[in-house]
């Protein structure tokens, strides 16, 4: 076996230019993942822009306008909506809106329901045949009017 106790020139600078190419590696990487995290961040805080008042609005909108029968309950803060043999019940309650689905022979409660939206404040009014919807979240307040049929 040889043994190589000298170290010639071209060893050390295949060396370096290693370690200088894992550096480079490492460099980019580091740079790919602070551009991943500033691009997470601004989506993460704009979710609950996205998703806030006017998805909510847009939501009741539809589901007023695809029914055949509505009722405001609990003072504003909810709507009883038949269509057919299915009845949904949409309230507000603790900061969150709620709807349940239930058939027709069943007496509709606002209590209960699978989470939908978190919201500051809900309110809905009746009037002739148009409901005007009004939603706040932190940041934002909307409000639209909607004709049934």
């Known amino acids: 076996m040889k043994k190589y106790r000298n170290k010639t020139l071209s060893d050390t600078i295949s060396t370096i230019g290693s370690m200088l190419l894992f550096m480079l590696f490492a460099g980019c990487t ?3 993942i602070a551009v991943a995290a500033g691009a997470y961040s601004r989506i993460s805080s704009n979710f609950d822009k996205t998703f806030g008042a ?4 847009r939501y009741l909108s ?4 695809a029914s055949e029968q509505a009722k405001v309950i609990e003072n ?3 709507i009883i909506l ?3 043999e299915m009845v949904n019940v949409i309230y507000f309650s603790d ?3 709620y709807e349940k689905s239930i ?5 509709p409660t606002a209590e209960g329901g699978e989470r939908i939206f978190d919201l500051f404040d809900m309110g809905i009014t009746e009037s002739d045949n148009f409901y005007t919807i009004s939603v706040s979240t932190n940041d934002e307040e909307l ?3 909607v004709r049934r049929g």
């Not at 006017?54 to 609005?57: L, Q």
């Not at 539809?62 to 306008?65: D, V």
């Open 30 to 32: 580091l740079m790919i």
């Open 54 to 57: 006017s998805a909510a609005v």
């Open 103 to 107: 058939s027709s022979d069943s007496e």
């Open 95 to 97: 900061g969150t809106l």
């Open 143 to 145: 409000e639209t009017i």
């Open 82 to 84: 038949q269509s057919g």
């Open 62 to 65: 539809n589901k007023i306008r």
């Open 76 to 78: 504003g803060t909810g």
